[in-house]
Antibody, heavy 113, light 112 residues
Framework: QVQLVESGGGVVQPGRSLRLSCAASGFMFRGYAMHWVRQAPGKGLEWVAAIIYDGSNKYHADPVKGRFTISRDNSRNMLYLQMNSLKIEDTAVYYC??????WGQGTLVTVSS | NFMLTQPHSVSESPGKTVTISCTGSSGSIASNDVHWSQQRPGSAPTTVIYDNYERPSGVPDRFSGSIDSSSNSASLTISGLRTEDEADYYCQSFDSLNHLWVFGGGTKLTVL
């Protein structure tokens, strides 16, 4: 069955960087667009970034544009989110999702001084 | 930017039917697929409806989706309500003009 497992979350100071990973299995990863979605504490879901099946097109939400970069490695069935210049308001659980039928369990990113 | 508006909360009794609406701010909601996710407290989201009315395997047919172009809205209907259906429900679609994906604010369903 489809499995999406995120990793790489943790506590980081404002202005620092973090890279999230999502390991995919149970489906032909190279055939699907993938997304990152986040949820701040007590808030709703917020789309963060998307990448099409071959990585040739990437899209980022306005709040993260220029700071976050989505990427993928189809040879390893891996999805990534490079997060630079982190802000306190980036604190959230980050989910990877296979558009739009499957979700991972999420990884918590806490940005705090 | 394109926005999706959902009621903040709905409540209904076990065994009844409830419908959650999701209204698009502009354009035609029928132009792009609408998806619905369920999120129980403390858990990750799961998809209950994708591509307007398709159900992932394992989702009971008590869950159904529809599109109403006249009101520019999508709806999630849950029949035969069970206490386990109590959760937050989010609609989601695509903003073609800005090439962004958008979530509704979420609806808290209480089954009492």
């Amino acid at each position: 069955q489809v499995q999406l497992v995120e990793s790489g979350g943790g506590v980081v100071q404002p202005g620092r960087s973090l890279r999230l990973s999502c390991a995919a299995s149970g489906f032909m990863f190279r055939g699907y667009a993938m997304h990152w979605v986040r949820q701040a504490p007590g808030k709703g879901l917020e789309w963060v970034a998307a990448i099409i099946y071959d990585g040739s097109n990437k899209y980022h939400a306005d709040p993260v544009k220029g700071r976050f970069t989505i990427s993928r490695d189809n040879s390893r069935n891996m999805l990534y989110l490079q997060m630079n210049s982190l802000k306190i308001e980036d604190t959230a659980v980050y989910y990877c999702a296979r558009a739009w039928t499957d979700w991972g369990q999420g990884t918590l990113v806490t940005v705090s001084s | 930017n394109f926005m999706l508006t959902q009621p903040h909360s709905v409540s209904e009794s076990p065994g009844k039917t409830v419908t959650i609406s999701c209204t698009g701010s502009s354009g035609s909601i029928a132009s792009n697929d609408v998806h619905w996710s369920q999120q129980r407290p403390g858990s990750a989201p799961t998809t209950v409806i994708y591509d307007n009315y398709e159900r992932p395997s394992g989702v009971p047919d008590r869950f159904s989706g529809s599109i109403d172009s006249s009101s520019n809205s999508a709806s999630l209907t849950i029949s035969g309500l069970r206490t386990e259906d109590e959760a937050d429900y989010y609609c989601q679609s695509f903003d073609s003009l800005n090439h962004l994906w958008v979530f509704g604010g979420g609806t808290k369903l209480t089954v009492l």
